[in-house]
């Protein structure tokens, strides 16, 4: 660690792997409820669980780039941070305000949680992904206000690399398109419209420059290959994800109002977002090839290499498999989707927090060649039980979302089967879902377990060895 | 990648590329705007419908259904729910989404359970109203059936 100020970043980093595992444990709940409709329904109704497990999602990634760039950014501006206690202070901020929501998801009914937040005011409540009430997305503005300050003038004082310049402008993107979410009109077709340039814009958009900037980062650390050759992979992967993905947002517009040229921009212009993703998987494999010096933690190798193999399966290859309109108009908004949504999230953002913290929590708790053996194989195994399970789970939405379409969507009216009695057929492949959602919580207590294994004495003697 | 290809052209094609397909997308938004009016109908759109929202928005009925295929799919599709219940007809459907509502949660076991919202008369007729007016939006002949 070159700067004292990069420690900031370890609390977001803690913060956020506790709120993932509430994330996860929202997710068995729903599993199991897709399955056996009355469990804990009284306490945490499906929608309740829905709101805490997608909203944990969201918040636990925040923290997660927010740690990554507190890290990063003094590193690659070769300055200290312009203002660590700005940095704890909105650590605090956050993580209160994220508590009190989920709190009050939990607690109350969301209509009355509706009325206590006073969103007559601004309504902007109960719609997917933003059910958060409107004074807690000020707190969220004012969090990312502070936040993109504070790395703003960190790269201003020091040195402006590439990797700085792509991560600033994801996060200046991320946080000038949160505010579509104050813009709530009564028309639900432009609702719907704008409500895209939150949702898309942030993970086929914006959040793509920071998973690249911050995967380079790495790629830079642990392989010491020549940064100008990384700097410019880096370009230009962003350059095709913001490309392919702008006007790409129309496949979100084939059925809800919008007119029908985007049926013919949105096919064409997503069936492009794979390629950069492509890109990140030959690039990555190209660098770690190439690389100059064997660094000791291996595993953050692993994570980055992981990361970019499971966003270019889940971003790229499951999303084009249902993004051309033809085959949306049957799939849209069916098990394919969910199957989709999670090895996305997981593969790209979920997996380049874990590398960013592989790679830079072992070098804040004193171990700047990465954690001992022990602890290195069991976050290795952790790493391939959750990639795994996160594969089969999406496997089996995939099977799910096949057969739903040709149960529910294919057949004529008249001949087709329901909504509930299509969804009875399917559970026992919702059961294979759940089981594997399981063995991904038991990767999951792996991984965190792996942050407690010691070294052994030769290696604490060599460590000790090496500082003097 | 080719020594040709310099970083300086590809940080051309990031911030060039990048702000060309933007100000497209926002040149295809304002075209959006225009053709929307005849798409949506919003002429149509009364004092109940906007209640209607609000409604649906208050209680995250979003939270399991779909509406035009965005949302959770816990629940059946509702979009083209006044088209699948009410077979077109306002006054039959309201009737139906009455009842519907009043026999939340339904005591069949195991079956996925809808909560018990309590809405009152005046309440459920905004809500078909919003439903009504969303299932007649143009939205390029979706679902395939319907069945949603």
Known sequence: MKFESQKVAKPYFIFALVLFVGQILFGLIMGLQYVSGDFLTTYIPFNVARMVH??????????????????????????????????????????AAGVATILGYLLVPYARLAEITYNDLLPTMGREFLEQPTITKIGIVVVCLAFVYNIGMTVLKGRKTVINMVLITGLIGLSVFFLFSFYNPINLVLDKYFWWWVVHLWVEGVWELILGAV???????????????????????????????????????????????????????????????????????????????????????????????????????????????????????????A??????????????????????????????????????????????????????????????????????????????????????????????REILGVVFLLGLVAYLSSFFVGATESEVDSLEAAAV | MADRFTKGMARNVYYGGGVFVFLLLVGLTFDTM???????????????????????????????????????????????????????????????????????????????????????DKEVEELADFLIWTSRINDNDWPPNIEG
């Open chain 1, 54 to 95: 997608t909203n944990l999602l969201i918040v636990w990634l925040l923290f997660g780039f927010m740690g990554a760039s507190y890290y990063l950014v003094p590193e690659e501006s070769d300055t200290e941070l312009h203002s660590p206690w700005l940095a704890k202070l909105s650590f605090w901020v956050f993580a």
């Open chain 1, 215 to 337: 995967l380079a980062f790495v790629l830079i650390k642990v392989t010491g290959v020549d940064r100008e050759i990384i700097e410019k992979w880096l370009y230009v992967i962003v350059a095709l994800a913001l490309i392919s993905g702008l006007v790409g947002m129309g496949h979100h517009y084939f059925w809800i109002g919008p007119g029908e040229y985007w049926l013919w921009l949105g096919s064409i212009f997503s069936a492009l977002e794979p390629v950069p993703f492509f890109m990140m998987v030959v690039f990555a494999f190209k660098v770690v090839k190439e690389r100059r010096h064997e660094h000791g933690n291996a595993i953050a190798t692993t994570w980055a290499l992981g990361t970019a193999v499971m966003a270019f399966l889940g971003a790229g290859v499951w999303g084009f498999l249902h993004t051309l309109a033809p085959v949306n108009y049957y799939t849209h908004g069916s098990q394919l989707t």
């Open chain 1, 339 to 432: 199957a989709h949504g999670h090895l996305a999230f997981f593969g790209a953002y979920a997996m380049i927090v874990m590398t960013i913290i592989s790679y830079a929590m072992p070098i804040m708790r004193g171990r700047p060649q990465g954690n001992p053996i022990a602890a290195q194989r069991l976050e290795r195994f952790a790493f391939w039980a959750m990639c795994l399970s996160m594969l089969g789970v999406t496997l089996a939405l995939t099977v799910a979302g096949a057969w739903q379409i040709a149960l529910q969507r294919l057949p004529e009216s008249g001949e087709a089967l329901g909504f509930m009695a299509t969804q009875d057929k399917l559970a026992p492949v919702f059961w294979v």
């Open chain 2, 34 to 120: 225009l053709e929307l009016p005849k798409r949506d109908h919003r002429e149509n759109i009364t004092q109940s419908v906007a209640n209607g929202k609000h409604l649906w928005e208050k209680n995250n009925c979003v939270g399991c259904h779909s509406l035009m295929g965005e949302g959770a799919y816990f629940a059946p599709e509702l979009a083209n729910v006044f088209d699948r219940r009410g077979g077109g007809d306002e006054q039959v459907f309201k009737g139906f989404l009455g009842a519907w509502m009043a026999m939340q949660p339904m005591s069949v076991p195991d079956r996925r359970k809808m909560p018990q919202f309590n809405l009152t």
